[in-house]
């Protein structure tokens, strides 16, 4: 019998923790667990997602560039996927995929138990109107911020995303934000910092009380938690810690058990720390 294959397909795709984070939740709980990285753009993809298949795939996750690309191959979504217009997560039933989207509760997780930090009733910046940024929007609307205002460089889907969310949300210009005032809490889901490239902020969107958060991590954070120290933020975060919760969500959803992540999360800590020498 076909041993059951697992993966994480994107590009760029070398850098991800996900084998690793797969892996360590397998020895955790005694599954044997085949992960792999498999590197596909938006024209690879489908052809490389339906090999994957063919060769015992029964699990996949999906990122940059292909979480809104993965819709397609799902005959079923589920609520949380379907609202967000995006999926990270594909699980097999049968001959079919079933897409799910574990971004947005990932993220509330980390923010809430690691870092101690509720949304509810708070003022929120989302940088950003991708397919994580879309889990992230609708995961706060759903827990309560009192006002979640969206950035994005191309304003017609931050007016998409706005439009879907409801009156919890409101548009802003990337050009308007130094009149925007200080948040509670500036989450980068930009691509930008997989560039290298410097963040032009108004610092003034951040204060001595605002969170700043990146939803990537390593090096890919790196320029906008450098520009929320210039701000005077009083914290900043890459997006580690969601990276292992939802990663710990997807494993729930292939395994029907949910692994423990402090442990995985604090050894991925060092190892990153070491490579970058902070």
């Not at 690793?20 to 667990?33: C, D, E, P």
């Not at 992960?35 to 996750?61: K, L, M, S, T, V």
């Not at 949300?169 to 009149?179: E, I, K, N, P, T």
């Amino acid at each position: 019998m076909m041993q059951p294959r697992y993966a994480v397909f994107g590009q760029p795709i070398a850098h991800s923790l996900s084998p690793r984070i797969h892996k360590l939740f397998g020895a955790q709980l005694g599954i044997a667990v085949d992960y792999r990285a498999i590197e596909a753009g938006h024209a690879e993809f489908a052809d490389a997602f339906e090999a994957f298949a063919r060769d015992g795939g029964r699990g996949a996750n999906v990122t940059l560039p292909l979480k809104e690309d993965a819709l397609v191959l799902c005959t079923s979504l589920s609520d949380r996927a379907r609202r967000a217009g995006s999926v990270n997560t594909l699980i097999r039933d049968g001959a079919q995929w079933r897409g799910d989207s574990t971004d947005g509760v990932g993220l509330l997780r980390d923010l809430r138990e690691r870092h101690a930090f509720d949304p509810r009733n708070r003022r929120v910046l989302l940088l950003g109107a991708g397919g994580a940024a879309r889990a992230a929007a609708f995961a706060f609307v759903d827990a309560g911020v009192d006002e979640l205002v969206v950035a994005n460089r191309s304003p017609d889907r931050a007016i998409a995303l706005v439009q879907a969310l409801g009156d919890a949300a409101r548009v802003r210009a990337w050009h308007d934000l130094g009149d925007a005032g200080d948040f509670d809490l500036v989450v980068n889901a930009t691509a930008a910092g997989h560039g290298g490239a410097a963040f032009d902020l108004p610092l003034r969107l951040s204060g001595t009380q605002t969170f700043c958060y990146d939803l990537s991590y390593g090096n890919a954070a790196r320029a906008f938690l450098e520009w929320a120290r210039a701000a005077g933020a009083g914290r900043s975060s890459d997006g580690l810690g969601m990276l292992v919760e939802q990663a710990a969500e997807s494993f729930l959803l292939w395994h029907s058990v949910r692994p423990q992540t402090a442990a995985v999360h604090a050894e991925l800590s060092t190892a990153l720390a070491a490579q970058t020498g902070e």
